[in-house]
T-cell receptor
Framework: KQEVTQIPAALSVPEGENLVLNCSFT??????LQWFRQDPGKGLTSLLL?????REQTSGRLNASLDKSSGRSTLYIAASQPGDSATYLC?????????????FGEGTQLTVNP | ETGVTQSPTHLIKTRGQQVTLRCSSQ?????VSWYQQALGQGPQFIFQ???????GRGNFPPRFSGLQFPNYSSELNVNALELDDSALYLC?????????????FGQGTRLTVV
């Protein structure tokens, strides 16, 4: 059974810091890994999608890497801003499924202080 | 292009009642999945529909059921509501049948069972 773990569970940093969020998964048989942002009480916003054949993806100040063999992904946020405060979730799509079936971690709650 | 929309946004029900939640998938997407997210936890997969057929189910009892319509919109029905059913219910859509595609989520329905 696929399990996804995110470390740390919570993180508080001053504005301007570069930071790294970690995600690990137990079964490397995945199609892709997706990072999401969730504001309190809201839905999920897709940030980055990394296919299993890729090593990293970048979007603006965000960079996500994937090491499928070791079951790890990191989300790097450069020059953090108070508007980045949210919960960040990673999710993997197991290889035997299609469509949108995902296994999620429990998230990292990020607070960026002005 | 419209995104994934869910209705209603909030709902309060009494234990033992039945509830129906609705989801309109993103244009061009024929796969819809439903997730339950308890407070402080990651979303848990309930089930998935592809072209009006259920093609995957998580560890949820039969009182959780669903439908997908010819226009690919979907409903989640929960019978005999329990207090533990209180959660944020999320719908996701993707262009199913294509492996490794990105999932897009709606804003969720907050269900409170009293």
């Amino acid at each position: 059974k696929q399990e996804v773990t995110q470390i740390p569970a919570a993180l508080s940093v001053p504005e301007g810091e570069n930071l790294v969020l970690n995600c690990s998964f137990t079964d490397s048989a995945i199609y892709n890994l997706q990072w999401f942002r969730q504001d309190p009480g809201k839905g999920l916003t897709s940030l980055l999608l990394i296919q299993s054949s890729q090593r990293e993806q970048t979007s603006g100040r965000l960079n996500a890497s994937l090491d499928k063999s070791s079951g790890r992904s990191t989300l790097y946020i450069a020059a953090s801003q108070p508007g980045d405060s949210a919960t960040y979730l990673c999710a993997v799509r197991p290889r035997e499924t299609s469509g949108s079936r995902l296994t999620f971690g429990e998230g990292t709650q990020l607070t960026v202080n002005p | 292009e419209t995104g994934v929309t869910q209705s209603p946004t909030h709902l309060i029900k009494t234990r033992g009642q039945q509830v129906t939640l609705r989801c309109s998938s993103q244009s061009g997407h024929n796969t819809v999945s439903w997730y339950q997210q308890a407070l402080g936890q990651g979303p848990q997969f309930i089930f998935q529909y592809y072209r009006e057929e259920e093609n995957g189910r998580g560890n949820f009892p039969p009182r959780f059921s669903g439908l997908q319509f010819p226009n690919y919109s979907s409903e989640l029905n929960v019978n005999a509501l329990e207090l533990d059913d209180s959660a944020l219910y999320l719908c996701a859509s993707s262009p199913g049948g294509a492996w490794g595609t990105e999932a897009f989520f709606g804003q969720g329905t907050r269900l409170t069972v009293v």
